[in-house]
Every structure is written in C-alpha cells, then in structure tokens.
C-alpha cells in the first residue's frame, strides 16, 4: 500500500503502518505506527512533537530491510523443493500444486489471481503467513520474475475482524 512521508494512504484521514506499506520487522512497522498516530492527531487538529527522528529512524529501518531483502532473496533451488503436495498455505490447506494449476491450466497471471482461484491467503491469516511464497510461486510457474503486483495480492488486507453472527442479529434489534 503506498502511503506519503506521514504514513497517509489515497483515502483522507487514513493512515497506514507495518506489513501492509511493506515488510520491515517490527521495529519498522512501530516507528510507521508512531509516526501514522502523530499524524492522524496533527489532521484532528491536536498539537504534535516534531516527528523528524522518527522519520530518519523510518528511514534507516528500511534501507536495513531492502538490504536483507537483497542479501538474502528465497533461493530458487528452495522453489525446487515444493513438490504439488507441499502444503503452501496451511489457513485453506492450498498446496503447491494448486497454485501450480491456477497458473498454468487457468491462466493465472500474478498472485491476485491464484489468491481468487486456488484460495491461498483467504484464511484466518489473510496471507500473513503464506502469501509471500504463493507470490514467489506464481512467479516461477509463469516463468518470470517476481513482480511488485504479487507481493501487493497479499498486502492490501481490508481492516475487518471476524464477529458472531448474534452480535449482527444484537444490532438489527436495535
């Protein structure tokens, strides 16, 4: 999700912090916190500390995480492990080979659509766990590189919480 210096996304008065701007580590995704709450508070009108030390902390943190990024990419030869039957996305109990056939037998082109077609990431963790691997999946079984459209299938999570249904059936009483 992209977000401006203050943590503010495309839609007024939202602001936007941690995994869903890009994984860092939780260190980065406290100081985006801070600094998304400072500006939220700013936009409300409240006096606010200077938040410059917190921006160049933000900074730094994610110039560390593109360098481990880099450092460190998944290997392709762990790609070549993932038989049809390893388990990918344990949430909806999606393996490989499912991903491998929304790919190549229904024309998936990036992980968006494997997501809509094979189920990963449509679980309890909303692709937390999975999704960076179904992205690097799809990928390999299109046959080109990993692309910024994969990762981003599973960043933009909708803010939502499960509830019981009686709590629904509470508010149409009244």
Same mark, same amino acid.
């Given at each position: 999700?992209?977000?401006?210096?203050? +943590?503010?996304?495309?839609?007024?008065?939202?602001?936007?912090?941690? *995994? &869903?701007?890009?994984?860092?580590?939780?260190? =980065? /995704?406290?100081? *985006?916190?801070?600094?998304?709450? =400072? &500006? /939220?508070?700013?936009?409300?009108?409240?006096?606010? $500390?200077?938040? @410059?030390? =917190?921006?160049? @902390?933000?900074?730094?943190?994610?110039?560390?995480? &593109?360098? #481990?990024?880099?450092?460190?990419?998944?290997?392709? !030869? #762990?790609?070549?492990?993932? %038989?049809?039957?390893?388990?990918?996305?344990?949430?909806? *109990?999606?393996?490989?080979?499912?991903? @491998?056939?929304?790919?190549?037998?229904?024309? !998936?082109?990036?992980?968006?659509?494997?997501?809509? #077609?094979?189920?990963?990431?449509? %679980?309890?963790? +909303?692709? @937390?766990?999975?999704?960076?691997?179904?992205?690097?999946?799809?990928?390999?079984? !299109?046959?080109?590189?990993?692309?910024?459209?994969?990762? +981003?299938?599973?960043? +933009?999570?909708?803010? !939502?919480? $499960?509830?019981? =249904?009686?709590?629904?059936?509470?508010? /149409?009483?009244?």
């Amino acid at each position: 999700m992209a977000v401006d210096d203050r +943590q503010a996304t495309s839609v007024a008065g939202v602001f936007a912090a941690g *995994e &869903a701007t890009g994984v860092g580590g939780a260190d =980065l /995704a406290t100081v *985006e916190g801070r600094i998304a709450g =400072l &500006a /939220a508070a700013a936009s409300l009108g409240a006096a606010t $500390p200077d938040d @410059r030390a =917190l921006r160049r @902390r933000r900074t730094t943190l994610r110039a560390f995480a &593109a360098a #481990l990024h880099r450092a460190y990419p998944v290997p392709e !030869a #762990l790609l070549d492990l993932c %038989g049809d039957d390893t388990l990918v996305c344990r949430c909806e *109990e999606v393996d490989a080979g499912a991903i @491998r056939h929304a790919v190549e037998e229904l024309g !998936a082109a990036e992980a968006r659509t494997v997501k809509l #077609l094979a189920r990963p990431g449509m %679980g309890w963790c +909303q692709g @937390r766990v999975c999704g960076f691997a179904t992205a690097c999946l799809t990928a390999r079984y !299109a046959g080109r590189p990993l692309a910024e459209p994969d990762l +981003q299938a599973f960043a +933009q999570r909708p803010i !939502a919480t $499960p509830i019981p =249904l009686a709590a629904l059936a509470d508010l /149409a009483d009244g």
